[in-house]
Nanobody, 121 residues
């Protein structure tokens, strides 16, 4: 199994910055991609950003130019640097990873427990 643990959430004023981290551990053979999703109260979970092993990234339109995703492959850790935060960024942020646990494993999607981000106006 693979465990994901997020950290770095909290309360910040609009215009401020936060950096989220997500560390993967367990029986990891390889990680194909890692990403961040968020879920605001009463809304569906949505993709924020994703990074592939080769370093390619994609972002939700709502965060382009404000958020940056990065990854430390040696540490199996993904980061989300969030700047120019807005009240509408308030949500629970979840990390996910598509990982394999052996050569024969086609891979599964794993999720963290989430970290709260609150942006006050």
């Amino acid at each position: 199994q693979v465990q994901l643990v997020e950290s770095g959430g909290g309360l910040v004023q609009a215009g401020g910055s936060l950096r989220l981290s997500c560390a993967a551990s367990g029986s990891i053979f390889s990680i194909n991609f890692m990403g961040w999703y968020r879920q605001a109260p009463g809304k569906q979970r949505e993709l924020v950003a994703r990074i592939i092993t080769d370093g390619s990234t994609n972002y939700a339109d709502s965060v382009k130019g404000r958020f940056t995703i990065s990854r430390d492959n040696a540490k199996n850790t993904v980061y989300l640097q969030m700047s120019s935060l807005k009240p509408e960024d308030t949500a629970v942020y979840f990390c996910n990873a598509h990982a394999t646990t052996s050569t024969w494993d086609h891979g599964s999607l794993f999720w963290g427990q989430g970290t709260h981000v609150t942006v006050s106006s």
